[in-house]
């Protein structure tokens, strides 16, 4: 179920940026001079970018099937927490995007300098880690797993993949001509959306061995993390090598050097100095905090249930034609001065399926049968249920995008759009770990049955649950704090909306004007 996936696809990071919904530098060429024939000529570059962007969707992916594979480990919704700041690198990665956009080797190509490093040691970090995956996942061994170092681990993978990221998108603009430039934000979401399906889908799918002998007709699963990790390892130094070789960067126009270093984070400076981009700010940084715990924690407590994980990670097939579609089709309506009504209409309306995505958790041990599994009709509810949600979540992200594309001032380049989507990107990241970290706080327990319940009465923490299970006795939920987290967050984005959406309609009236850097520095 894609909410498992705990990065939507306005924020993971979780990750994927979109960009083909906005306009795009060399959209007005793509109809004159360089269109139709002139494709031909750029048709190997546009095949490479999209296999880098590929290659910096399987971290992405893998980093996503973590979570599912820890939460059948049983550990904490604590780890969770702290695994989740592995997914951060893209969210903050404006603080070092300006180094790699002005450090380079002159003789290997300015982003070749970057690019090739970066894949490197992505895929050296994937051949050392798959022979340590399993211990650090306690695979076999009565510890559990060690979430410190996965954390650090994928964190360093995510780091790097960020910064394959930014130099990826750097020479894309190059290495296309003015008249295909337009394929660059294609090839950047069909690519690692690619790749994000199958470091997840793919590797969920083969590595769970009762969807390969039920589906696939083996004797056991087709893969292991480990294997997984150590095919892909290869595969990045093998292409990495070929690009180093083989692929020619031009060098640097002098229109490229201008900015500098110093100058890109001065034109940062001069954007923040701005009110009127603090209060967008704080927007940002707050308006998601009523959507936390159901995106969160809800594919996580599906799977505490019972629901297998492959099943969950399946469940993006079906769906994703609709998330390519529905962006599309939303954008009509954001065209004019008011790109945001979107966003103010979905608003409510996903809070709401807040509180749906908790019954449909309160609900799912209803429909387990007798030997475990789920009924078809189960699946097709959280289909339908998360089609209509994804609805809401497109209104508000490409709304979200279109203002930002009215607003971005075009004499700074990018670095105007990639400033309000580092904050977009944080204000999803920080009330989700809030959730993960306190849902076990919140949750009421009690050990029942213990021979010695004046000892242990309580299971809050793993020391008194390992108590109660010595004392022959077993934990019994009273009341789950995932439950307590989904009304609670959804009233305080309900309050939200009585000072957000006043705000956002007078961020939205101000003219464009108000928005632009009144110096930039050259």
């Not at 996942?137 to 780091?159: C, D, K, Q, R, Y």
């Not at 083996?218 to 390892?233: D, E, I, K």
Request: aromatic share 12%; charged share 15%; with cysteine.
């Amino acid at each position: 179920m894609p909410p498992a996936r705990r990065r939507e696809r306005d924020s993971e990071a979780d990750h994927i940026h979109h960009r083909s919904l906005l306009p795009d530098g060399g959209g007005d060429e793509m109809n004159g001079e360089g269109g139709g024939s002139g494709l031909a000529k750029d048709r190997g570059s546009i095949l490479l970018l999209l296999l880098l962007y590929v290659l910096q969707g399987i971290p992405l992916g893998l980093a996503g099937s973590i979570p599912m594979i820890l939460q059948n480990r049983q550990v904490t919704y604590k780890d969770q927490a702290t695994f989740s700041l592995s997914f951060w690198p893209f969210s903050i990665k404006l603080l070092w995007a300006p180094l790699v956009d002005s450090v380079f080797l002159e003789g290997m190509g300015r982003r070749k300098s970057w690019l090739v490093p970066a894949q490197y040691l992505i895929g050296g970090f994937m051949l050392v880690l798959s022979s340590y995956i399993d211990v650090l996942l306690g695979e076999g061994e009565s510890h559990t797993p060690n979430v410190a170092v996965i954390t650090t681990v994928f964190f360093m993978l995510n780091f790097l993949a960020a910064t394959q990221d930014i130099a990826v998108d750097g020479w894309a603009l190059t290495m296309l001509s003015r008249g295909n430039v337009g394929w660059a934000s294609t090839c950047n979401s069909v690519g690692q959306t690619a790749g994000y399906f199958l470091g997840y889908v793919v590797f969920l799918a083969l590595e769970s061995e009762d969807f390969c002998v039920h589906y696939l007709g083996q004797s056991g699963s087709l893969v292991t993390l480990s294997g997984f990790l150590y095919f892909w390892g290869i595969v990045f130094w093998i292409t990495t090598t070929i690009v180093w070789i083989l692929k020619h960067e031009e060098p640097s126009s002098p229109m490229e050097k201008n900015e500098g270093l110093v100058g890109t984070y001065s034109v940062l400076g001069q954007i923040l100095k701005k009110k009127t981009m603090w209060d967008l700010i704080l927007v940002l940084l707050t308006c998601k905090i009523g959507f936390a715990a159901s995106d969160a924690l809800t594919g996580l407590k599906l799977i505490e249930i019972g629901v297998p994980k492959d099943r969950l990670a399946l469940l993006s097939i079906p769906i994703m034609p609709v998330q390519i579609l529905l962006p599309l089709y939303i954008s009509r309506h954001t065209a004019g001065p008011r790109p945001l009504d979107p966003f103010i209409l979905g608003y409510p309306l996903r809070l709401a399926f807040g509180l749906v995505f908790a019954g449909v958790v309160y609900v799912t041990p209803l429909f387990r049968l007798a030997d475990g599994s789920f009924p078809f009709h189960y699946y097709g509810l959280i289909i339908a249920i998360y089609l209509i949600h994804q609805v809401f979540v497109n209104c508000m992200f490409v709304g979200v995008m279109a203002f930002f594309a009215r607003i971005s001032d075009s004499s700074v380049g990018g670095t105007y759009m990639t400033l309000l989507n580092t904050f977009t990107n944080l204000g999803g990241n920080w009330p989700s770990w809030v959730a993960l970290r306190f849902v076990s706080e919140l949750t009421w327990t009690s050990c029942l049955g213990a021979s010695q319940p004046e000892i242990v009465s309580s299971c809050a923490s793993d020391h008194e649950k390992q108590l109660c299970e010595k004392a022959g006795g077993s934990c019994a939920t009273w009341m789950d704090g995932y439950y307590i987290e989904s009304v609670v967050l959804v009233i305080i984005g309900f309050l939200w909306m009585r000072w957000g959406l006043p705000t956002i309609k007078r961020l939205q009236s101000l003219p464009v004007s108000d928005w632009a850097v009144s110096q930039r520095t050259d």
